[in-house]
Structure formats: structure tokens, C-alpha cells
């Protein structure tokens, strides 16, 4: 296939659209008893139907279901690993906007036995996907292995059950590995792993918050790379994995911010991925100077240069000037276009309009054709 037609494509997005308001009103329905799981179920196949014709019709070549199945990005998929137990006791996740704080309060979880895989996840969902995508790539999006432990730290796990914390990682890094051998049985060629920890760790409260919970403050980046790449080891022939690094996402909020130096030669160097997905929309990511660090010609950035977070639909003239500076350190040719993150990594979605999401996934197609090409 040709370069532009191999994932991640240059016009592409992070994953989670916004949810339709018949689907989330059918939700309503579900949590008041007034409509059944097949009811819902049923009204997500039909809004997936809808949202990847739009998709294709805009011209994106990845296509996903929007995690219209999912309540929040990574939640919904880390409670399917036998060993898991959904606590009831809630976290309290603090995320920032230009007009002050915003709570995020979702269940949290604890390891309480050993780690399996009794199924696919998300391979059910990943089925229908394929089955309503007619000339694009299905693309699966899943939480990174680190996303496991991030908050609550080694506390959420039952020593009992893992007294040894290598045990543990390795434990977790095999159940992710049969994950990914499992969806690529299922014929998934393109799949992102979602991670907040990279990204996260280059702001210092965030590495103070880590060592607050039992992490290494200095090299908590480093451990979990090497989980990370313990889980996609021997990934199957014919699958793309890229990363997404994200400072978080709610309600057009966020948690962390600073560039990507204080990660950048190892995740860049090392990591095991094809290729990367990163915020770039303002000044709280930093400059592009971090990107000297990406191998020349083996990986690829896409660069998040349109915000999800922000209505206002940027200006053609200005993302041109972002990628000619971002490609004075790595090339041209290596760099892609999206938005920085998920229009909506928790079923509330950010302060945009549906036309107003389809406006920036529309001009990130059109502006990907005439840099690089159709």
C-alpha cells in the first residue's frame, strides 16, 4: 500500500468521538430501569453504524467506534482482566480548564487475584466495527498496561496476592500480550494504546504524586516503559501499534502539563512502537525540540495540532506554520496530523457540538492532502 494508505494515516484522529444524544439518552433510559442492555445495545450499533460512514465520508482512512460502548476510556476495559474488582469507593482525579477545576470522580480498582484473560476484550466490539467499516481500517483503540496502577500507585494491589511487584508486571505485561494476539486473530491490523503516564511524568507534581504512592519519582518513566514494551514483545506480523501520550481528558479538561523532555530520548528511542500521537494544541505541551530524539525515518509522529478540548475551528495557515517548525526536527515525511486527543475519553464528552468536531476532523483531511498528498 502506499505510504499515505499505511497507518497511522496522515489525516487521523485519537478515537472517542462525541456520543449522539439518542445514545446517551438511552443510557439515561438503562440507569433509570425505563430500557434493557439489548435496548442500548441496539442503539449503539446504530449510532457505530452512523459514525463510521462519517468518518469514510470525510475522508479518514482509520476508523473507529468512537468508544461509543464505553462509559470512559480505559475503565470500562481495564475491569475485564480476571483478578480485577471494581471498587466502590470512587477516585477524586482533580482536571484543569481555563476557567478553573473540574472533579472526575470514576470507580476505582484493586487487584485482588492473579491476572487472566478470559476473553478478547473489546473483541465482541471489535467484530461489529469491522463488519460496518466498508473502505477504511478498522482501528481498536485500548488503556496501556501502565494505566493499571497510575492512580493509587502500589496500593491497589493485594500483596497477598503479589508480594513481589516484578511478579505482578509480569503477570501483567502476558495478559496484554494474549490481548493483542487475540485481536489480531480477530484480524486487527491498526491498534493505539492509550498512556497518560509518559506524558503525565514530565510535570513534576505529577512525579511527586507517584512517589507519593510508592512509585520511583525519577525513573518511574523508564519502569513503565519497559512494561509497556513487556506487553506488545513479539507483537503479531502485520499490526500496527502506535501510542497515544495524553495529559488527560474531561469535560475540555485536563491534568498535567509541560513539554515531552523530561521523557523524550527514552520513550522516542526505545519505546516499541510504530509510531506516536501527540499533544501539540497550546503552550502547555511545550515546544517540539523533544522531537530531535525520534529515529530518523523508522517512526512516525502524528502531531495533536487541533485542539478536542476548544471549539474554535484553527486557522489553515497557522497549523502549516506548526508542522514546518515541528519539521525542523524530525521529517516531513515522518509526521501526521490530528487532533491532540478524544473528543470525548468519557461518555460526557468536551464543550463541542457535534459539527463543530466534524469541522476539525474535515480540515485535518483536507490539510493532510495538500501537504502530503492524496
Known amino acids: 500500500m502506499p505510504v499515505s494508505q499505511t497507518p497511522p494515516f496522515r489525516a487521523d484522529h485519537v478515537g472517542s468521538l462525541l456520543r449522539p444524544p439518542q445514545l446517551l439518552a438511552a443510557r439515561e433510559q438503562v440507569k433509570a430501569g425505563k430500557a434493557s442492555a439489548a435496548e442500548l445495545r441496539a442503539v449503539e450499533d446504530e449510532a457505530i453504524r452512523r459514525v463510521a460512514k462519517m468518518q ?18 480505559h475503565m470500562d476495559f481495564l475491569y475485564q482482566f480476571g483478578g480485577v474488582t471494581k471498587q466502590q469507593d470512587p477516585l477524586t482525579i482533580r482536571f484543569h480548564n481555563d476557567k478553573g477545576d473540574v472533579e472526575f470522580q470514576p470507580s476505582s480498582l484493586r487487584i485482588t487475584g492473579k491476572l487472566e484473560l478470559d ?12 463488519s460496518v467499516v466498508k473502505s477504511g481500517v478498522p482501528k481498536l483503540t485500548i488503556p496501556s498496561p501502565c494505566m493499571m496502577t497510575y492512580r493509587g500507585g502500589n496500593d491497589v494491589i493485594d500483596r497477598h496476592v503479589y508480594p513481589d511487584m516484578a511478579e505482578f508486571r509480569h503477570d501483567l505485561a502476558r495478559v496484554y500480550r494474549e490481548e493483542i494476539a487475540g485481536l489480531a486473530q480477530l484480524g486487527c491490523t491498526y491498534l493505539q494504546i492509550d498512556d497518560t503516564s509518559f506524558a503525565y511524568l514530565n510535570d513534576p507534581d505529577q512525579r511527586a504524586y507517584v512517589a507519593s504512592h510508592g512509585g520511583d519519582k525519577d525513573n518511574q518513566h523508564l519502569i513503565n516503559l ?10 503479531p506480523a502485520g499490526m500496527t501499534i502506535c501510542v ?19 521523557v523524550a530520548d527514552a520513550v522516542f528511542n526505545r519505546l516499541d512502537v510504530d509510531g506516536y500521537f501527540l499533544e501539540y494544541d497550546d503552550s502547555r505541551s511545550g515546544g517540539f525540540e523533544p522531537l530531535r530524539f525520534v529515529p530518523k525515518g523508522k517512526k512516525r509522529v502524528v502531531l ?8 474554535a475551528l484553527e486557522e489553515k495557515d497557522a497549523i502549516r506554520r506548526r508542522i514546518d517548525e515541528a519539521a525542523k526536527y524530525v521529517a516531513l515525511d515522518q509526521l501526521c496530523l490530528s487532533p491532540q486527543c ?26 493532510a492532502r495538500e501537504i502530503w498528498g492524496p
Open 56 to 73: 469514510e465520508e470525510l475522508g479518514l482512512h482509520g476508523i473507529t467506534d468512537g468508544e461509543f460502548r464505553r462509559q470512559a476510556w
Open 119 to 130: 476473553k478478547t476484550i473489546f473483541g465482541e466490539e471489535f467484530k461489529f466495527l469491522q
Open 226 to 235: 519497559a512494561l509497556f514494551n513487556a506487553a506488545v514483545q513479539n507483537r
Open 244 to 262: 497515544h501520550m495524553c495529559r488527560g481528558n474531561h469535560r475540555s479538561s485536563w491534568v498535567a502539563s509541560g513539554g515531552y523532555d523530561y
Open 304 to 311: 495533536g495540532l487541533l485542539s478536542s478540548k476548544r471549539s
Open 342 to 367: 478524544g473528543f470525548a475519553s468519557t461518555e460526557l464528552g468536551n464543550a463541542l457540538t457535534l459539527e463543530q468536531q466534524n469541522a476539525k476532523l474535515s480540515l485535518i483531511v483536507d490539510l
